[in-house]
Structures are given as C-alpha cells and as structure tokens.
C-alpha cells in the first residue's frame, strides 16, 4: 500500500521535473525570438531617429515643400494624411462596423453568408495596388471624381474595410452566447439587442480593429499614388470651418492632396543627401501620428472597460 | 400584456374547465424537439400548474434544459432546430412553439433564468428595468416603482437598495443570481423558467433561492430544472421526470418521490439509476 504510494509520489515528481525543464527552453526559446525580433525593430527606429530627429522644427511642420531642402516642410503632407484620415475613419468605421454586425447576427447561415465570410478574409490580403488601380479605374475616370481628398480616403477605406469587418465579427463572436440569450430572454427584438447589449460589449474589439486598420492605412502609399495623388502640393485645402454661416464647409473633399508616405518616397528618390534627411524626419513624424492614434484607441478603450464589463 | 396576447392569438380553443386552485397555466401536449438532425424530445405531455412550482428531474443529457426552453422559444436563436405538438398557454390556448407566432411574443411572456448568472454589464437598476425598458415602458416613477417590487420578490432589496447605480458585476455569484431573477420578474412574467439556478451557488446562496422560489409561486407559476433531489422535492408541488428525450412520470411531488409508479422514476430518486 505505502509502497505503491511513494512509487506513484516518485512518478509524479518526475512528471513535475520534465514540465519544468519543458517550459524553461520554451521560455528561453521565447526571449531569444523576443530579441531578435525587438532588435531589428529597434534598429530600424534608431536608424530613422539619428538621421531624422535633429531635422524636426516648428518650421519643419508649417512650410511648403521647396527645391531647397533646408527651406522644405511637410505642411501640406501632414495636414493632407490627417484629413484623409478623417475621411478613411468616417467611411470605413460605419461601413465595416455594420457589415460585420449584419454578417454576424442578421444574415442567415447559408453556402452565400459562407462565400461572402471566405471573401471578406480574402479581401484583407489583396495588395494594396490593386485597390488603388480599382479607385483609378471607378473614381479617379468613371466617376471623374479627380485626385481628391474624397478619393484618397475612399479608396483607403475599402481598403482597411475587411480589416474592420472581419474584427467586429470577431469581436461579436467572443460574446458569451448567455448574454445574447439572456437579452433575447428578456423579450428584445434583434435591434435592441444588439443595440444595447452587443455593441456595447464587442466595442473594444471593434475599436482594436479599427486602430489596426487606420494604422494600416496611414502608412499606405502605393494605392495613393496609383489614383495620382500630386507629391509637390504648395497650398493647404480650404479649410472645413468658415467664419460665415453655414460655418462648416466641404471644399476640402475635392481639394488635391498629399500625404505623408508620398512626400517620403518623393524625397528619398532625390540624389541630395539633404533630402534624404527630410525623408528621415518626415518618417519619424509619421511614426509619431500612428503612435498618436494607438494612445488615443487605448485611452478609449480604457475608458470603455471601467465602463462596460463582461 | 393581456391585449397582446389576445391580438396575436391564431387559434383559441376552449379552455378546461377546472376549479380555480387547480387552474392549468400551460399544456404541453405531443411536444417533438429536434436540434437539427438530432430529436431530442419525444412526444412530451404535461400541465403546467398555476401559480405552482413544476420540477423536472432526470439524468443528464435527458432533453430538460431542451424542454424549458422551448418555452420561451430561445431554439430560435439557433439554425436547425424545429418544433412538432404544441405547448397551450391557458387560458387562450396560444400555442407558444408554434410557427405562426413571433418568438418575440412569446419571450414577453416568459421570463427565463439560466443556469449561470449572465447580467447584464450595466448597473444593478437597469438589470432589472432592462425587460421593462424593452416593452416600451419609460414613465420614471413607474419603472422604479417596478424594479423595486421585483427586487423585494427576488429578495435581494436589502442588500443592493442602497446601491442600485452601482454595476451588477459587483455582486456575489448568488446575488447576481437572485439580480438575473429580479430581471425576469419585472415584467410580471406569466411563467418563469429557471434552469437549474442553484448549481453554480454554494449552499447558503442555494437556500436562499429555494426558500424565494416557494414564496414567488404565490404570484407567478415557476418551471424548474434541477439536478438536486432534495431541492425538486422540498420546492416543488408536480414534478416530472425524463429520461432520454421522453417524459416517463408526471405527477404530484409528494406522491412522486414517495410512490412513484414507474420503475424508472424509482431508480433515478433513490440513485440507483443505469
Ligand atoms: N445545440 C445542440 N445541438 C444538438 N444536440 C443538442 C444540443 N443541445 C443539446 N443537445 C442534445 O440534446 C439532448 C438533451 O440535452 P439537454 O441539454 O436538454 O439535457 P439536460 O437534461 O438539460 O442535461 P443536463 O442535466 O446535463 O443539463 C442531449 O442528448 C444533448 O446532447
Ligand atoms: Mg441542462
């Protein structure tokens, strides 16, 4: 009897020891891939730090882009992102957040719900060119919507628009099937639940995947160009607030623009080192912004989680 | 309440006539319940007393969560599932697993409470005004007025009056139980499903829910599925037992778990069962 129980006591000490031994290479596996991938990284940003950081200046920020490249700004290629930003959020946000609710709790399971699902994932990873040889072909001519700022955020949202998609249906998905069921229980009809109990709770989620979107976005350049997006703009769109009523004014859609990413490529394709400078910082600055926009989504979604919790 | 049940009733048959103390709330009758390819209940027949406490007891696996959920038609919410037989709400005879009326309807009708505490994550008061807010109800004093009556049936006012703004996630695992309760109160439910309440909660949490469900049968005609012997034995007043998808006994509790008249029933509730 005490015999078979050491034995066993000897078994399980062992099992113990191969566990142990097991999760220290998995660790020590783990921190060198850790490394190696935080070094690369680091070294890229340092690489862009050292060469850009002593370049930024308030002037940097408020001039035009110029021949000379000590006197060159990137003025109009900030202001042109942000306000495609704006654009690509305020498209693809709605759209993509209504397309995966309806996916998720509207549409009936069906071989066509199947073959939208598959095209939906699908859609994230077609490159980005062809989206913007598709914006080329439909706005840019068909439509003779011109290189605008309209175009510039449309032909991004459909580009991060499966991307948003695809996360709100996951995030839909993470939901405890007793939550749904306990608000259907109560006697709400498919509106107000997903109204008031499912967006609220799969907000997190929806917002993480619009972030990962956006900031997907806002590096994109090859799309851009492809619609003909101008890389010398020396002038700003006018602006969306007026002194005069109605006060607010939609111009700005249908001005010509340029965005940081392009202002970037421009430079570093000039043979002057100076500009090669300008290109550094103007990616520093851009690294800035999407730094901007993942503390603003976390401060969100923070703020979400003290109120909304599962 | 009422109106809506009589607009929305296709067929009204005649009610049994029965003396009010032994009035039928429902009739299930040749009740068929398949989860797509799968039948999981086989021709169930039973009433549903009024204001009485109705167990349902049997092994697991045995279609008793299947059942009380047909009642309040949360199948719907999953593809494939299809209903055959009827379950009569007394006294039109609205046949609540019917296609032709709107699950919606029938979840106005019936309050259900599951078996894990699920509230909502909002504050204690709007867990409980949430099934009034869905009937349209918004006049302030009155969706106060509710909540607290609701809180006081589900006996849990003393411990969260004071706290009502604060969220339902807060409380203990047995008063968020007592909470999802409250919730299926509010709207003054013609039944009330619970399926097994207690089996999350510890044994003074479980005490407390047994001794408010004896009280509640008062007001509201209680469905329940438990697990525990001892719990259908000391709250309930019928009692059915299942077993594989068919219901084997139906009848009063007392006579039931003293008397059964199927070899199956006394197997199960002496635990000498398979
Ligand atoms: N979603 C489903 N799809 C297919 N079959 C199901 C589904 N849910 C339950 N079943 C089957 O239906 C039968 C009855 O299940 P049910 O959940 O009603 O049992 P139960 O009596 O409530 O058991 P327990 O006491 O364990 O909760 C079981 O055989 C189960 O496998
Ligand atoms: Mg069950």
């Known amino acids: ?310 | 309440m009422n109106e809506a049940l009589h607009i929305a009733s296709p067929a009204v048959t005649t009610p049994t006539p029965l003396s009010p103390e032994a009035t039928i709330r429902a009739r299930v009758s040749n009740l068929d319940f398949w989860y797509s390819k799968f039948q999981a209940l086989h021709s169930v027949s039973m009433p549903i007393h009024n204001n009485k406490v109705t167990a349902i007891i049997g092994p697991s696996g045995c279609g008793k969560s299947t059942l009380l959920r047909c009642f309040n038609r949360i199948h719907d919410l999953y593809p494939g599932a299809r209903y055959e037989g009827a379950i009569e709400l007394m006294p039109d005879g609205l046949n609540l697993v019917s296609r032709s009326v709107d699950p919606i309807l029938v979840r106005l009708m019936v309050g259900m409470v599951f078996q894990k505490p699920n509230p909502f994550p909002k504050s204690i008061f709007e867990n409980v005004a949430s099934g009034l807010y869905v009937r349209g109800l918004r006049n302030r004093s009155e969706v106060e007025g509710r909540v607290e009556k609701a809180l006081k049936q589900a006996a849990i006012w003393d411990e969260v009056q004071d706290r009502l703004k604060k969220p339902a996630y807060e409380l203990s695992g047995g008063q968020q139980q007592r909470l999802c309760i409250a919730r299926a109160l509010a709207p003054e439910p013609k039944l009330l499903l619970l399926d097994e309440p207690t089996s999350a909660l510890d044994p003074i949490a479980t005490a407390k829910i047994e001794s408010l469900i004896a009280d509640l049968a008062h007001d509201v005609t209680v469905v329940i599925v438990t697990h525990n012997m001892g719990q259908a034995a000391r709250i309930s007043d019928q009692t059915a037992f299942m077993h594989m998808g068919k219901l084997i006994e139906f009848g009063e509790t007392e006579q039931i778990f003293t008397n059964p008249t199927v070899d199956q029933t006394r197997d199960y509730i002496t635990g000498r069962f398979g």
Not at chain 1, 51 to 64: A, K, N, Q, V, Y
Not at chain 1, 157 to 169: D, E, K
Not at chain 1, 229 to 249: C, D, E, G, M, Q
Request: glycine share 8%.
């Open chain 1, 1 to 310: 009897m005490s015999d078979i129980a050491i034995r066993a006591g000897d078994d399980t000490r062992r099992l113990v020891q191969v566990k142990r031994r097991q999760d220290l290479i998995f660790g020590v596996v783990g921190i060198l891939v850790l490394f190696v991938v935080m070094g690369l990284l680091m070294t890229l940003v340092a690489d862009l730090l050292i060469d850009g950081l002593g370049r930024i200046s308030p002037e940097f920020l408020t001039s035009f882009p110029s021949r000379r490249a000590a006197a060159a700004g990137v003025l109009s290629a900030w202001v042109g992102t942000t306000l495609v930003m704006l654009v690509t959020a305020a498209i693809a946000i709605p759209l993509g957040v209504g397309a995966g609710l309806y996916l998720e709790e509207y549409a009936s399971k069906n071989l066509l719900s199947d073959i939208i699902e598959v095209n939906v994932s699908n859609l994230a990873g077609v490159p980005s060119i062809i989206y913007g040889l598709l914006a080329l072909g439909f706005f840019v001519y068909a439509l003779d919507m011109g290189q605008t700022i309209l175009v510039g955020g449309l032909v991004l949202s459909l580009l991060i628009l499966p991307i948003v998609i695809v996360a709100t249906r996951e995030a839909v998905r993470a939901i405890p099937s007793g939550l749904r069921e306990s608000a259907y229980g109560i006697g709400a009809n498919r509106w107000q639940v997903m109204w008031s109990y499912i967006l609220p709770s799969a907000r997190p989620g929806i917002l993480t995947g619009a972030i990962v979107g956006l900031s997907r976005a806002i590096g994109e350049t090859a799309p851009i160009i492809t619609i003909g997006a101008l890389t010398y703009i020396a002038f700003l769109p006018p602006a969306p607030v007026t002194s005069t009523p109605p006060w607010i004014n939609f111009e700005w859609l249908n001005s010509p623009f340029t965005v940081m990413p392009i202002q970037m490529f421009n430079w570093t394709s000039r043979p002057q080192a100076e500009f090669h400078v300008n290109a550094a910082a103007t990616g520093v600055l851009l690294l800035c912004m999407t730094l901007m926009m993942n503390g603003f989504a976390i401060y969100l979604r923070y703020r979400l989680r003290r109120t909304v919790r599962t």
